[in-house]
C-alpha cells in the first residue's frame, strides 16, 4: 500500500486543497485549524480509498487468476468485486458520487 498512497495523495491534494483555498479562503485567514483539518482528513481519506481500490481489484484479479488457472472476462468480473469494498472508507456523500462517476463510465 506504501507505494499505491503516495501516488494517491499526488491525485487527491490538488482534489482538496484548492476549493478550498478558493471556497474557504476568508476562514482559512480567520480560522485556519478547523479548514485545515477537514482538508488533511479528506486527503487521507480519499488516498486510502484508492490504494486500498487499486490493491484491492489488482490482488482479487492475481487471486482468480491463481484459483481458475486461468483469466476468462467472466473469472476477472468474478474476482475484482472485492475492491468495490474499498468505497466503505469514503464518506457517505463521496460514496454517491464516485457511483455516479462509475455508473457514467
Do not use: D, N
Request: aromatic fraction near 8%; charged fraction near 15%; proline fraction near 5%.
Amino acid at each position: 500500500l506504501g507505494p499505491a498512497y503516495s501516488r494517491a495523495l499526488s491525485v487527491y491534494l490538488p482534489v482538496y486543497l484548492l476549493p478550498a483555498l478558493l471556497v474557504h479562503r476568508q476562514q482559512l485567514l480567520k480560522q485556519p485549524l478547523p479548514i485545515l483539518h477537514k482538508v488533511l482528513l479528506g486527503i487521507s481519506r480519499s488516498s486510502l480509498f484508492l490504494s486500498c481500490y487499486i490493491s484491492l481489484a489488482f490482488g482479487g484479479a492475481c487471486a482468480g487468476h491463481r484459483l481458475a488457472g486461468r483469466s476468462t472476462g467472466a473469472i476477472m468480473a468474478a474476482s475484482v468485486w472485492v475492491g468495490g469494498l474499498a468505497t466503505l472508507l469514503e464518506k457517505k456523500s463521496r460514496r454517491m458520487e464516485l457511483a455516479l462517476y462509475v455508473l457514467s463510465r
